[in-house]
Structures are given as C-alpha cells and as structure tokens.
C-alpha cells in the first residue's frame, strides 16, 4: 500500500505544482438533490459547513464559514457515479445539471505525477477523506508556492475520469443556460444515466 504523508511535505521535496486551466465555456455535470441536508438548494450552491467530502477546505469550526466547496465531474460519468457510489441508482428527488465556466479557472493538478510534484502521490484522490481534507487545506493555504488557485482537478475516485473540486474563488465563474437543469426522472436525462449506469455496472431502479 503507497503511504499518504499528511502536509507540509518534507524540507527535501521539491514543490513544482503543475496547474490546469479550465477554458471558458466548459461544460461540467453535477447531481445534486434540492433537499440535501446540508441545504444546497440549486445547482451552483457552494456548500460553506464542513469538511464532509474528499476535498473540503473547510477549518471544521461546525459553522457556517468564509470557506465554501463545490464538486463535479467533466463528464456525465463522473456526476453520476459519485453521486450513487453504492451500485444502485434509484431516481428521487435528485436533479442533473449542467453548468458552464464563463472565466479561465486556475485548477491544482492531481494526476499522475503532478500530485508528487504538489509534495503528496497519485493515490491521496482516492484516499482517505480527513487526509486529502489536510491537503486541501495546505495547498489553498499556501499562494505564493501554488497560487490563487480557483480549485483543483484530480481523477474521480470510482472511475478515474475528470473531475474538479472548486473553492469558494470560484463561485462566480459558472452559469447554468437555460433547459440545463432537470429531475434525474426526466425521460431524457434517465435514458442518459442508465447508459452510463450500464457502462459502470451500475443498477437503476424504476423512478418511484
């Protein structure tokens, strides 16, 4: 098993974060659910309470904070799987968006061996979540070694696809086009997610 240091990186290693620019007009996909107990009630929300997920920045004071995270995938495959991570799709009251960038976003690269190059390894996307949490905090706290970064891009954890985790800086670089937003029962969207349930292994339940 690879071992995951938690931050700082040791005096010896040689930080040369690698940064991926997201273009403007970048499509990312995002299933969330109006009626989220941590209250993200539409698509573009920021959730500011944490850390819960992978990549949350949050202190942990139990408040809300200046802090806020935002997590989806380049692709519909990533939306979907980390979103029904259990083998079993039943649609509810979750919904599919489809957001686009209108800015450049400066994201923290985590394939491959640009993770070493940012003083951690490969694995720590797939890691355990209170470490990659200690790692996301470190990297946004630290600008004049990695920037003012935007978020970070790093391979899904289910399936190695894209996927970002955006800070709080860059909350106003999406928008939602009109008709990109429907119920995961829509006819349209639930032929589409069972494609890709399909392709991962995934079973999807008839819709209540």
Do not use: C
Not at 68 to 75: K, N, P, R, S
Not at 110 to 128: C, E, F, N, P, Y
């Amino acid at each position: 098993m690879v071992r995951i240091d938690p931050p700082p990186p040791g005096p010896r290693r040689l930080l040369r974060p690698v940064h991926w620019t997201l273009p403007v007009g970048t499509d990312l996909f995002r299933i969330y659910d109006p009626l989220s107990r941590h209250g993200l009630r539409h698509a573009r929300q920021f959730r500011y309470v944490g850390p819960f997920a992978r990549f949350d920045h949050h202190r942990g004071t139990g408040r809300r904070e200046r802090r806020g995270i935002w997590y989806a995938g380049l692709t519909l495959g990533v939306a979907v799987v980390e979103a029904f991570d259990v083998g079993v799709i039943e649609p509810r009251g979750e919904r599919l968006a489809r957001l686009r960038t209108n800015r450049e976003l400066l994201l923290l690269d985590l394939h491959g061996k640009a993770a070493m190059r940012s003083g951690t390894v490969a694995a720590i996307s797939a890691a355990d979540h209170a470490l990659a949490q200690a790692w996301s905090r470190y990297w946004y706290d630290e600008p004049v070694v990695f920037g003012e970064l935007d978020g970070l891009y790093y391979p899904s954890a289910h399936n190695g696809e894209p996927a970002v985790a955006l800070y709080e800086r860059g909350r106003t670089a999406l928008t939602l086009p009109r008709g990109h937003d429907a119920p995961l029962t829509d006819p349209d969207v639930l032929t589409d997610v069972r494609r890709i349930a399909l392709a991962h292994g995934l079973l999807v339940l008839s819709p209540p």
